[in-house]
Nanobody, 128 residues
Framework: QVQLKESGGGLVQAGGSLRLSCAAS????????IGWFRQAPGKGDEGVSCIDGSDGSTYYAGSVKGRFTISRDNAKNTVYLHMNSLKPEDTAVYYC?????????????????????RGQGTQVTVSS
């Protein structure tokens, strides 16, 4: 059974930082492109950042570029999202997702929302 479990969300003031973690079980993340998506109240899902499972290249949405960093530790079967300089508009439920690396690049996954597996999400709230 494949499970993706997010952690690290919480309440932070504007300008602060958080690190989200996505721990996988039942699947080896080496073979997958992994992405972080978010859903804000009243909005659709947005691909925030994705990391390609084949070459490790990364994609960032324009709204987070320069502030967020995605990384992966295949030995721990975990992917991270480091979020700096947080803004109130970053408030959302963040979830991680996986798509087989032969099917989607990081950019394709984030921009088209290609997902095989996803977690339940973790709430990030940024106060002004």
């Amino acid at each position: 059974q494949v499970q993706l479990k997010e952690s690290g969300g919480g309440l932070v003031q504007a300008g602060g930082s958080l690190r989200l973690s996505c721990a996988a079980s039942g699947v080896t993340l080496d073979y997958y492109t992994i992405g972080w998506f978010r859903q804000a109240p009243g909005k659709g899902d947005e691909g925030v950042s994705c990391i390609d499972g084949s070459d490790g290249s990364t994609y960032y949405a324009g709204s987070v570029k320069g502030r967020f960093t995605i990384s992966r530790d295949n030995a721990k079967n975990t992917v991270y999202l480091h979020m700096n300089s947080l803004k109130p508009e970053d408030t959302a439920v963040y979830y991680c997702a996986a798509k087989h690396r032969l099917i989607a690049t990081g950019q394709a996954m984030c921009r088209m929302g290609y997902v095989d597996y996803r977690g339940q999400g973790t709430q990030v709230t940024v106060s002004s």
